[in-house]
């Protein structure tokens, strides 16, 4: 049987479709996708204190210090707790730093990590899937040429306007996103490894496969 309420991590590199798997996870165990992004955006618009200050650095252009994130964080987590629903953390923790910090939090809080899921793709396969897709200039539409190709070569199907390659989808862009995220997250993996709560994700497969192996790896978790 399907355990609800689950506390778990999601990470992976970019294009390992992180998005759609979290998409699949909420609806299947029912916990709330938390996303940095999404916290961010939410304390700004509330006008917390923390919230007042990330969008300080936010309007700068600059990252958003460590501390504020994981008080963000924080302010998140008592609300989920007090609610009793699980969650699915994405986009955090980053770095080892951060994922230290977010113990110390959970402690605090009497929250345990059910599972770190850790999607797993092979560099070219994600420069192929990245490389490879296609925005449309007036809608925002995205293509991909060889799993989701226009009916008219550089065209929108939807409103017939150009597409084009965004610059953070070229390969030498995508190669060097990967080599950040590997040198970031290699010591992620290592710290859930040791804790024994890491789950590695083959996400070379189909959508569907990938969501049967993470299901199967929580199946039955206390």
């Keep these: 049987m399907l355990v609800k ?3 778990l991590i999601i990470f992976g590199p970019p294009g390992a479709g992180k998005g759609t798997q979290a ?3 909420v609806e299947k165990f029912g916990v709330q996708h938390v996303s940095t992004g999404d916290m961010l955006r939410e304390a700004v618009a509330k006008q917390t204190e923390l919230g007042k200050k990330a969008k300080g650095y936010m ?15 924080e302010e998140k987590l008592k609300q989920l707790s007090y609610e009793k629903k699980g969650f699915l ?24 990590i059910d599972a770190v899921i850790n999607l797993e793709v092979d560099e070219e396969e994600i420069v192929k899937r990245l490389s490879n897709r296609r925005t449309c200039k007036v809608c925002g539409a995205v293509y991909h ?3 989701n190709p226009p009916k008219i070569p550089g065209k929108c199907d939807k ?5 084009y390659q965004r610059d953070d989808d070229r ?3 995508i190669r060097n996103r990967l080599k950040v995220y590997k040198k970031q997250t290699e010591p992620l993996v290592e710290y859930y490894q040791e804790k024994k709560i890491l789950k590695n994700i083959d996400g070379s497969k189909t959508i ?6 993470i299901e199967e790896v929580l199946k039955n978790k206390n």
């Design 89 to 112: 953390l994405d986009g955090f923790p980053r770095t080892l730093a951060q994922a230290e910090a977010l113990d110390q939090l959970l402690k605090k809080l009497n929250i345990k």
């Design 5 to 7: 309420n689950l506390n």
């Design 59 to 73: 309007d700068r252009g600059e990252l958003v210090p460590d501390e504020v994130v994981i008080g963000i964080v």
């Design 208 to 213: 569907e496969e990938v969501a049967k192996s």
């Design 23 to 25: 998409e699949k996870l």
């Design 159 to 163: 409103c017939g306007g150009e597409l």
């Design 171 to 173: 390969e030498e862009a």
């Design 145 to 147: 040429l060889i799993f």
